[in-house]
């Protein structure tokens, strides 16, 4: 357990409905990150907070995508209008200062299947 | 854009043995990770490292800067070791975001 946590576990949905995930990081941790992995690949950044500010969004993140973290402190990813591309395991990652000089701690993953 | 080539892709090995993953990046970097994500999806930091070697354990990780290459050497292996190993590196510009290699997927047996 890092102290991470993501809700919920695992997602099955069908394509067309939102999907919202949500992610508490470790309490003291200002920077929060969002990935997403798919089968045998490597995870891919989507976007990242300091405290409550959204500072980069990769392309990846369409405008079905939104992420927000309004307090500083836990962190939602909402999907709307699912399409089977976006099954995928979204990893959040949360660290106390800058990427480069800072270990980042991931939470377990959602797996969300679009049927 | 920084590329993030891993070997190998799968590794299979014997209880006991030493253990060699490698990583090659092609723009340099201040820093590069290696984690660990066992079968469940969880991922686990390993080592940051930005010049020479850390060592954790049975686990060590090298970097030449120069020659924009890392290896993660595990001793001893044992079965529980057998997990995906992911080497991430920062992109070029100094964004916040990682750079995540394929992964080369361990298997121990006893």
């Known amino acids: 357990d890092t102290g991470v946590s993501q809700d919920p576990r695992h997602k099955i949905t069908k394509r067309g409905q939102n999907v919202t995930f949500r992610c508490d990081p470790i309490?003291?941790?200002?920077?929060l990150y969002w990935y997403r992995q798919t089968l045998g690949q490597g995870p891919e950044f989507l976007t990242y907070f300091q405290n409550e500010a959204q500072l980069e969004k990769s392309r990846l993140l369409s405008d079905r995508f939104s992420a927000e973290r309004p307090k500083g402190s836990f962190s939602t990813l909402e999907i709307q209008r699912t399409e089977q591309g976006d099954s995928a395991m979204y990893l959040c990652a949360s660290s106390l200062g800058v990427l480069f000089r800072e270990t980042q701690y991931f939470g377990p993953g959602t797996r969300l299947l679009v049927l | 854009k920084n590329e993030v080539e891993q070997s190998p892709q799968n590794l299979t090995a014997q209880e006991g043995e030493f253990i060699t993953i490698n990583c090659s990046y092609s723009v340099g970097i201040s820093a590069l990770h290696w984690l660990q994500q066992h079968p469940g999806g969880g991922i686990v930091s390993l080592f940051m490292l930005s010049s020479g070697k850390k060592k954790h354990g049975r686990l060590i990780a090298t970097i030449n800067i120069q020659e924009k290459h890392s290896s993660l050497h595990i001793t001893a292996s044992h079965p529980r070791d057998s997990a995906v190993y992911i080497c991430?590196?920062?992109?070029?510009?100094?964004?916040?975001?990682?750079?995540f290699g394929k992964g080369t997927k361990l298997t121990v047996n006893p």
């Open positions: 309490s003291e941790h200002n920077r």
């Open positions: 991430a590196v920062p992109p070029q510009g100094g964004s916040e975001k990682l750079v």
